[in-house]
């Protein structure tokens, strides 16, 4: 018989079973739903509604199936529906009355909401480690590049000398203002709706902001409405982790196009490569094939369940359901792909050779001419239609800007003496761009260091990392400290 079915005169169809039922894949939160429900007991006692010697009991069966569950002993049935009646289930079948005196005060609607708030937040902390591991893979590899040169890019044409280090940080600051995006969704999903009820709360007398501290939350939700009913948390997850992925799927179409013949900048290790069946020259990036393509798929998980919460009324319906295969999937893929995508980055050799060849083809260094002409009392605009008709001239003879004598400058204009070959030199031209941002030596130097100093700041370690209670949304290393909310005060827990 189900735990609901005083209401009912029959049982429910046999297909109804298998369609409404979640453990299939809630089962993956037991960990936070017993957790949730040790936290209320005690909290039950506390107050006097349930006797301490039925809480002590519930808490010590449930530590008992906990170790059960992780020994793989427990068998879950899909007629008690999802994770949090499986274990009532098994509860009560070890302890009897003590065990039907757990659900008090408490309904699934604000069980679930509390489960899932908590596998996220351990979740975000776990994906937070796997991206400060990236960030620091990239901040090694700018280290031993920061004098590599090779062309920067739009429009994907050869544009203007870079350093590989000045291109590839580019992605350690996306990589940061998504720890910056999960650091906000952490702060929104930190909010315990435990006692919400199925929506109104209930007339026993519980203590919210006791079973919140028992269980790592910063503050409660205000209104049970919404505690049983939002899911914008989840969304804000969905969200940073489709950027997060958009990210990673830009890096990975350039490795793609990097470890091309045409370009041949890059050569993946064996490791992370494959071959062709029919083809036996072939080595194909496919691991930054499939990041790019599992992208999509994270993004139709966040539009998935935009969808489903789009016309939904208050408070609790089984349409949200739907959110918790999305969200583990989401969860699955982020971190299936972050440690392969770092190894793949850190086994890679760069050809230099290559890259600076190619900075000096595609007149990578026109700006630089340009720039040298008004430094020299030209103005801009009469400067870049001189280098334009340089540019013009080199191409019809097949040579470079540097390769013109100085009797071929002045030709165009008298204004060029030798001085100008200094500009063209390549590595002139990237270190000469010392503005904050740029690509000089002296610059980027001081961005490893911020970023190692970003690392240091947020706990991160080769692999060691903080519980994640210890930080503050959105600290950056432009100096500017975002405030979390010290919701702990707010709501005096």
């Known amino acids: 018989m189900k735990l609901w079915g005083g209401r009912f005169t029959k049982s429910t169809d046999s297909l109804t079973d298998h369609f409404h039922s979640s453990i299939s894949f809630d089962k993956r939160m037991y960990k936070q739903d017993i957790k949730g429900s040790i936290a209320h007991a005690r909290m039950l006692a506390k107050q006097g509604i349930i006797s301490d010697e039925d809480a002590e009991k519930i808490a010590d069966t449930l530590e008992e199936i906990l170790t059960d569950i992780e020994k793989g002993i427990v068998t879950f049935d899909e007629q008690a529906e999802d994770i949090h009646m499986n274990i009532e289930k098994i509860l009560t079948a070890r302890i009897g009355e003590a065990g039907k005196r757990l659900?008090?005060?408490?309904?699934r609607n604000d069980q679930v909401a509390l489960d899932i708030r908590m596998y996220v937040k351990e979740e975000i902390t776990q994906i937070k480690q796997n991206i400060f591991e990236l960030i620091a893979a990239i901040n090694s590899i700018a280290k031993e590049h920061v004098n590599t040169i090779m062309p920067g890019y739009t429009h994907l044409q050869r544009a203007q000398p870079v350093s590989l280090a000045h291109h590839i940080l580019a992605y350690a600051e996306m990589l940061k203002r998504d720890i910056s995006r999960l650091n906000d969704t952490y702060r929104r999903t930190d909010v315990m709706p435990l006692g919400s009820g199925a929506l109104a709360t209930t007339t026993y007398p519980l203590d919210?902001?006791?079973?919140?501290?028992?269980?790592?939350?910063s503050q409660i939700t205000l209104n049970s409405m919404d505690g049983v009913s939002d899911r914008d948390f989840l969304l804000d997850l969905l969200s940073a982790l489709s950027i997060l992925m958009m990210h990673l799927s830009r890096f990975c179409e350039e490795i793609i196009l990097w470890a091309s013949f045409e370009f041949k900048y890059i050569e993946l290790d064996?490791?992370?490569?494959?071959?062709?069946s029919i083809m036996p020259q072939k080595k194909n990036p496919d691991m930054a094939e499939l990041i790019r393509g599992k992208t999509g798929r994270v993004y139709g998980n966040l539009m998935g369940l935009l969808t489903v919460m789009k016309g939904l009324p208050l408070a609790y319906n089984k349409d949200m359901q739907e959110d918790k295969e999305s969200v583990f999937d989401t969860i699955d893929t982020v971190e299936m792909v972050l440690p392969v995508f770092t190894n793949m980055l850190k086994t890679a050799q760069f050809n230099k050779e290559n890259m600076y060849k190619a900075a000096g083809g595609g007149f990578t260094n026109a700006t630089d001419a340009a720039d040298w002409l008004v430094k020299n009392g030209v103005a801009f605009r009469d400067a870049h239609e001189i280098i334009g008709k340089l540019v013009i001239y080199c191409i019809n003879q097949n040579i470079s800007l540097e390769e013109l004598s100085l009797e071929e400058f002045n030709e165009i204009s008298p204004v060029f003496n030798s001085t100008v070959y200094d500009a063209l030199n390549l590595q002139n031209c990237v270190n000469a761009r010392t503005v904050p941002g740029g690509p000089s030596e002296s610059y980027i130097r001081k961005l490893i260091e911020i970023n190692e100093n970003y690392l240091k700041e947020q706990n991160y370690s080769a692999g060691e990392y903080s519980d994640g209670q210890n930080y503050s949304a959105g600290d950056y290393s432009d100096g500017q400290n975002y405030p979390m909310g010290n919701s702990t005060k707010e709501q005096n827990l």
């Open 103 to 107: 659900h008090t005060g408490r309904s």
């Open 208 to 217: 919210r902001k006791y079973t919140a501290k028992l269980l790592g939350f």
């Open 270 to 276: 064996d490791a992370y490569s494959t071959g062709s």
